[in-house]
């Protein structure tokens, strides 16, 4: 019944039903959070035990929100397609939106496949205020979230979540997720690419734990959409400072949404500083080139000869290029090491200034290729075997 | 808050609910009442508990899904009235079914809710929750029940008890208190009601046993108020015999004075008659008086056939009105026991001492035991010698102190009906012997009495 995939779940629901649930699980994203699909588990028929299937027509829908995942009952009636649902909201028993709030409700239109997904949006945006209502009870974050709704840049993309860990005795806490209003269209789409997953919106999103009322504890979180987490070179892009302790969020994240700006800047302009790389090899090599990454100027081989030696040199152009350097790869064409490979070194450190702009880097490289060449010729006559 | 529901109401909304093919709401009718339990212990004087007991005694099924309230869950007070119609008032909650959900509350059945409680006044509205539950190869299946008073923040969830069902440990079926609103029998009973109740509506076998109830109690007054006057009646008598007790032991103590005065005159009057001279006719008195013992042939009274009571009684008539000087204790009246036949009371025994010795017979077989206190005597009934005699005269007291305990009129009576009867057969002899003139007296049960019993 768990992890249920959504072709199940919709081979199993009532036919007339199926449509609702269709666009709820094909194409349902709400909230901040749209990585995630809306998930739908257990499914149950309210008809007796004796009636054929497929008739179920209640289940649990799972909703990612401000971190948490809501866990909704949604219970219709087989017999009675055109009825609108009901819900349980699970552990939330106090939350009881105004049935006026929820036009779709009121308005139910079962021909509208659509209808149920936009209720369960309205039903998430009354979830909202629920719990930007129960911030009430900590003063310090009802300042926390009324300073950060006044900012256009993030009040109208925040989610809350607040409560008791424990329904009597536990500690209040809340968490804050915020959309950070980073601009990620700029990045080159090879990055983007590389993902195995169907990468979805870009996004950004900051998630602030508030473990106690007083804000003496709080926990930052950076999520990142996969393909910009591997744009931005993988998890290490997900550092961020630390909270500052006394601080507050409308100091915060705009630092965060700032070093993440930079970041994306950065990347983007070093994708630009690779391909004036590259081109200025190619121009600088010509025929020496045996192979370029055209998409993302991340590698660059060239075959040269000194001297009757052949030899090839492998350029990798790192993700913050041209703060870091390139490495070089020299490789001998003619011997070979133990393991049967190609005898070839590799150069991390030579001349080199990221100041410098793609035609001088070729000169300078040019350069260090024929002062290095004997040196490796040497070598690969000692150690390589033909 | 307790809760209950009869077992024909709850099978009725599981048939309902069961047999539908989709969830299922009604109503629920019944009554809520309050019940103050107080209680007395040993560590406080008194606790007051007040229970709300909620019944359910009938359920009115809704036709359909959304029959009183519209999409967004507004109830609509005119399908609500059409729906409960004139039931309206003894509605005290709702129900709902619905097949593998949670038993939790959901959305729209607390909108309904909160607008039932305003709606039809009901303050503490409960809400039944019924879910079915199935396992997945349908193998099994659970009905299962929660009701809920949701207008409450805490203690949100109330057990419901059905009567007779569940704890087969108890004996005892129990009735519930729903009334019966049964139109039918409310006909049939007051069409044969007469023959069972009277015109206030008792049984007529409650208002009969109640009769005889009381005739019993009547009677037992009466009979309470006679035992007292016989009690009353026996206490004088028993002080009569007290007093007469009092005055024959006086009696004693004047004849044993006068004859030892006598014997001492004796005794000066002639130094040389022999002490035996006085102890033969002590013996022949002594004898005389121990007419119980075989040795004793100078028993004046013994005759084969003792006469009987009634005999002696005219006998002592005749000589009463023969003696000549009744003291004033002979003319004491002779009682009669409770429950027997009565004696004619004969006229005042005479207290002569010539009577003393008369009863020398056996009238242990008389069974009329009558008290008869006018005859003076001396010594005690058994025939015992003049030792005992004297202990009788001089420590008179003392056996009538060791007295046991089952003195009754009975040996009493005897003795002196033995008193009676000696009267009539003795001579008269002297006064001075006559004054030892008691003579063995057999009690009734022939139990030799070792000193006068009163």
Known sequence: MNNMSPEVALHRISPELRPLLCSVVRNGRVGLDSTNCLRVTDLKTGCTSLTPGPCCDRFKLHIPYAGETLKWDIIFNARYPELPPDFIFGEDAEFLPEPSELPHLVQWDAGNSECLLQLVKELIQQYHHYQCQRLRESSRLLFEYDSLLEDPNYGRNMEIYAGRKNSWTGEFSARFLLKLPVDFSNIPIYLLKDTTLDPGEDVALLSVSFEDAEATQVFPKLYLSPSIEHALGGSSALHIPAFPSGGCLIDYVPQVCQLLTNKVQYVIQGYHKRREYIAAFLSHFGTGVVEYDAEGFTKLTLLLMWKDFCFLVHVDLPLYFPRDQPTLTFQSVYHFTNSGQLYSQVQKT????????????????????????????????????? | MAASISGYTFSSVCYHSANSNSDHEGFLLGDVRQEETVSISDTQISSAELLQVVEIHNHDPCAQLFSFYDYAGKVNEENLNSI???RRKNVIGWYRFRRNTQQQMSFREQVIHKQLTQLLGVPDLIFLLFSFISTANSSTHALEYVLFRPNRRYNQRITLSIPNLGNTSQQEYKVSSVPNTSVNYAKVIKEHGAEFFDKDG?????????????ALQDKVQAVCGEVEQSERVKEKIQEDVNKLKQQIALRKRKTAEEERRLREAQNTDSHSTPEENTEPSESSLLSRIAFHSPSAPQRPSTS??????????????????????????ALLPRPQAVGSPGHPTPGPLGMDLGLGLGLGLSLGASSNPVSTPSTPYLGNGDGSSSDSLDRQAAGQEDDEDDDEDDDDEDEDSSEYENLVSETTHLPVVSGSVLAQGRPAALSPDGDARGSQTT
């Open chain 1, 350 to 386: 030579y001349p080199y200034s990221p100041r410098w702009d793609g035609n001088e880097m070729a000169k300078r490289a040019k350069a260090y290729f024929k002062s290095f060449i004997p040196q490796f010729q040497e070598g690969a006559f000692a150690n390589g075997k033909l």
């Open chain 2, 84 to 86: 409960l119609k004139d």
């Open chain 2, 202 to 214: 008792v049984m007529k076998d409650i208002r009969t046993i109640y009769q005889v109830y009381s």
């Open chain 2, 304 to 329: 084969p056939n003792p006469p009987s009571y009634a005999d002696l009684l005219s006998q002592d008539d005749s000589l009463l009105s023969s003696s000549s000087s009744p003291t004033s204790a």
